[in-house]
């Protein structure tokens, strides 16, 4: 079945830089466009990023534009999103999702002094 499993959440300081994975598995990865999700305490899910299967096409949010940067790896099937000049609204529980409507459990990313 199809897995998903972020990692590289943490405390960070404004300003800071993290990056997070999602390891996917259970279904040809290299096909598939991939995306990453966030959700605030309180707030709605929303999308952060999407890169299509070959990596060719990549959207942003408006705002995480020129801050945060997503990529794949086709070979160990993994994405990625370094995340930069992080803000303390950016804290939230960070999700990869597949346009199969699979979710990943999240990883809590938290931006504060």
């Known amino acids: 079945q199809v897995q998903l499993v972020e990692s590289g959440g943490g405390l960070v300081q404004p300003g800071g830089s993290l990056t997070l994975s999602c390891a996917a598995s259970?279904?040809?990865?290299?096909?598939?466009?991939m995306n990453w999700f966030r959700q605030a305490p309180g707030k709605e899910r929303e999308f952060v990023a999407r890169i299509t299967a070959g990596g060719s096409n990549i959207r942003y949010a408006d705002s995480v534009k020129g801050r945060f940067t997503v990529s794949r790896d086709n070979v160990n099937n993994t994405i990625y999103l370094q995340m930069n000049s992080l803000k303390p609204e950016d804290t939230a529980v960070y999700y990869c999702n597949t346009d199969m409507g699979n979710w990943g459990k999240g990883t809590l990313v938290t931006v504060s002094s």
């Open positions: 259970g279904f040809t990865f290299r096909n598939y466009a």
